[in-house]
């Protein structure tokens, strides 16, 4: 296939180096958005159509930032960005919303909070990286956290539902790992790299839209205000901080600031729906958070 090349890194202009600090800051506004997915989802959009509500959230998000930073992938990246936009975005999607339907949404949250001990494994086997066992350490004290606001009450478990969930955290961790092994050649522009991403992973999840999305698709006003928070905010902002985080920030890291989408919902939760927090819940509120911050702390130490 050929295309015009993407523009040389010379003519887009970037900015001083970040620093660590000021990377994992941008990076975590992806999750806090993220977390934001759940209340917009029951509160502004249409019921029971997840496979449409993923389609719109990628294609048209990939369309702007293509309009930002234009051109094909180089020949040499474009497989790359085939695997990077299944991975992120075309298998995750539609297996992180096929576990939350068939799953508690705690036990959902769960299973998706042991992405970074999923990264540390996989790391450490395919000898890449081993994560320091502090930071592992403060990942699953992080977990514990996790499943202390959400696990509340009897728990039954679909074995589909919980296949799909481990399967969907598993594709985003594979995701974290391979984004920031292959970074991006120089003369690729990060945001045309994201807006293929998004633009391969969602016509992957088109057909999914026929097995899936079988109600009524009544479009409102805020519906259109939920499809607009999700494609702009949700998708081409969030991704491409969250992707430039991945290219720098070591992979557990980018992991653990995965943990504030679950504590997003939750004071989401709290603040709007007036959803109450027993006292287990707001410890494991303050767990997970310590955790988090503590793994980040200790991964970059190291």
């Known amino acids: 296939m050929t295309g015009v090349a993407t523009a040389p890194a010379a003519s887009i202009p970037r900015a001083a180096n970040p620093t660590v600090a000021s990377l994992t800051a941008a990076a975590a506004i992806a999750p806090l958005v993220w977390g934001s997915t759940y209340i917009v989802t ?24 293509l309009a ?17 936009g299944i991975l992120n ?12 339907s068939r799953l508690p949404g705690g036990t959902a949250a769960v299973v998706g909070s042991l ?27 992080a977990v514990v956290g996790v499943a ?17 969930a481990i399967a969907g955290t ?4 594979g995701g974290l790992l391979l984004t920031r092994r292959w ?12 807006a293929w991403q998004l633009l391969i992973g969602g016509t992957l999840i088109i057909p999914l839209i026929g097995v899936y999305d079988v109600s009524a698709w009544p ?11 999700l494609t702009v905010v949700g998708a081409a902002v969030a991704y491409a901080v969250w992707l430039r985080g991945a290219r720098s920030l070591p992979s557990t890291n980018m992991a653990l600031l995965g943990l504030l989408s679950p504590l997003t919902a939750a004071a989401l939760g709290w603040i709007i729906l007036d959803q109450s927090m027993s006292a287990l819940q707001s410890l494991g509120f303050v767990t997970a958070l310590v955790g988090s911050i503590a793994g980040q702390l200790h991964g970059q130490s190291r």
Do not use: C
């Open 42 to 65: 029951t509160e502004l959009l249409p019921p029971d159509r997840p496979m449409t509500a993923s389609v719109l959230r990628a294609i048209p998000a990939g369309l702007i930032l």
């Open 68 to 84: 930002i930073a234009p051109g094909m992938p180089r020949p040499g990246w474009r497989l790359k960005t085939i695997a990077l």
């Open 89 to 100: 975005i075309g298998a995750f999607f539609p297996l992180l919303f096929i576990a939350a």
């Open 115 to 141: 992405q970074p001990l999923i990264i540390g494994g996989l790391s450490t086997g395919l000898g890449w990286h081993r994560p320091p066992a502090k930071q592992m350490l403060w990942s699953s004290i």
């Open 148 to 164: 202390m606001i959400t696990l509340t009450g009897r728990i039954s478990i679909d074995p589909f539902g919980l296949a799909a």
């Open 170 to 173: 598993t594709s985003m961790a």
């Open 183 to 194: 970074r991006l050649p120089p003369d690729v522009s990060p945001l045309n790299s994201t």
């Open 219 to 229: 479009i409102d006003g805020a519906a259109i205000l939920g499809y607009t928070w």
